[in-house]
């Protein structure tokens, strides 16, 4: 098992910047991943950060606005957003993946945080 707790999410003006963090307990794992799911949509891959290298791959809506870093040490990953727009807004998830390499992909992550709310106003 592995537990994941999000925190950082809240109300933010268009153009502004948000933290969120990520705390992983438990089990080993190979990267963690950021998904946000809005309203009526599916969730959608945000970006993610290999744990061991800290190589990240990002979804091309977020490319230059987000970056995912790591702090091996307090087993967290931080998701800096800057410049929101008001499509931004969702809940953000944080999940890990055990297989290697880096995905995109929901289904392939094994463990999910509850999430945290991100509303980008206009």
């Known amino acids: 098992q592995v537990q994941l707790v999000e925190s950082g999410g809240g109300l933010v003006q268009a153009g502004g910047s948000l933290r969120l963090s990520c705390a992983a307990s438990?089990?080993?794992?190979?990267?963690i991943g950021w998904f946000r799911q809005a309203p009526g949509k599916e969730r959608e891959f945000v970006g993610s950060?290999?744990?061991?290298?800290?190589?990240?791959y990002y979804a091309d809506s977020v490319k230059g606005r987000f970056t995912i870093s790591r702090d091996n040490a307090k087993n967290t990953v931080i998701l800096q957003m800057s410049s929101l727009r008001p499509e931004d807004t969702a809940v953000y998830y944080c999940a890990v993946c055990r297989r290697l390499g880096l995905s995109g992909t929901p289904d392939e992550y094994d463990y999910w945080g509850q999430g945290t709310q991100v509303t980008v106003s206009s």
């Open positions: 950060v290999m744990w061991s290298g800290g190589v990240t």
């Open positions: 438990g089990r080993t794992f190979n990267s």
